[in-house]
């Protein structure tokens, strides 16, 4: 019988724009936050590199210090670049995601504004032949009517809409894998979370 082996082989995370200047303006931000988190604890077990952007960052703030982005303790970013356009998908950011390797990625999207630079982001690597997935748990923008309308264009586009507890399971595809124990425990840690956000963000 063959060794257990990961449904998703190179899968790569993209945090969009959760800046502190944000937490009032966005609905329900707090809970985009929570699935962040989540998604960055597996990123950690299943070493899943993680990049991310801010916007203007001089004017809009850096990046929420509870994610713990390049912190001694936290995760560590492949790039976190400030930029000034939508898409994430800016030269600097191109750089180092393409020295990943020259595989095609499966890439997981959370952030802000969904409608926006979330778009804008998935369409770029979806150009490049990327495998994208957009969390519905993971993304929101300023007006809540705006999120429902650019899923589903999302996913017209080609983007696999789904939740963070699917995407993480579909990751391991194995209960036989070394990290499952570990996952499981990041489901069970985050379980009261995932029923919350999922209630705020999913209910369109």
Do not use: W
């Amino acid at each position: 019988m063959a060794a257990p082996a990961r449904r998703l082989v190179h899968p790569a995370l993209f945090i969009c724009d959760l800046q502190e200047k944000f937490r009032s303006a966005i609905y329900e931000f707090p809970k985009v936050v929570s699935t962040t988190q989540k998604l960055l604890k597996a990123s950690k077990i299943l070493g899943i590199p993680v990049f991310a952007t801010t916007q203007l960052r001089a004017k809009l703030g850096e990046t929420c210090p509870e994610l713990g982005l390049d912190a001694p303790d936290g995760v560590l970013t492949k790039a976190h670049v400030d930029k000034s356009a939508f898409s994430m998908f800016v030269p600097e950011l191109q750089k180092a995601f393409h020295e990943l390797g020259p595989e095609k990625r499966e890439v997981v999207v959370v952030g802000i504004e969904s409608h926006i630079c979330v778009t804008q982001t998935t369409l770029d690597l979806l150009r490049e032949g990327h495998k994208v997935y957009v969390l519905a748990d993971g993304v929101s923008s300023c007006n809540q009517q705006e999120v429902p309308i650019a899923l589903a264009r999302l996913r017209a586009e080609g983007a696999v809409v789904t939740t963070s507890e699917s995407f993480l399971y579909e990751c391991m595809g194995d209960a036989g894998i070394a990290e499952f124990r570990q996952m499981a425990g990041v489901v069970k840690e985050f379980s009261a979370a995932t029923k919350e956000n999922l209630s705020a963000l999913c209910k369109f």
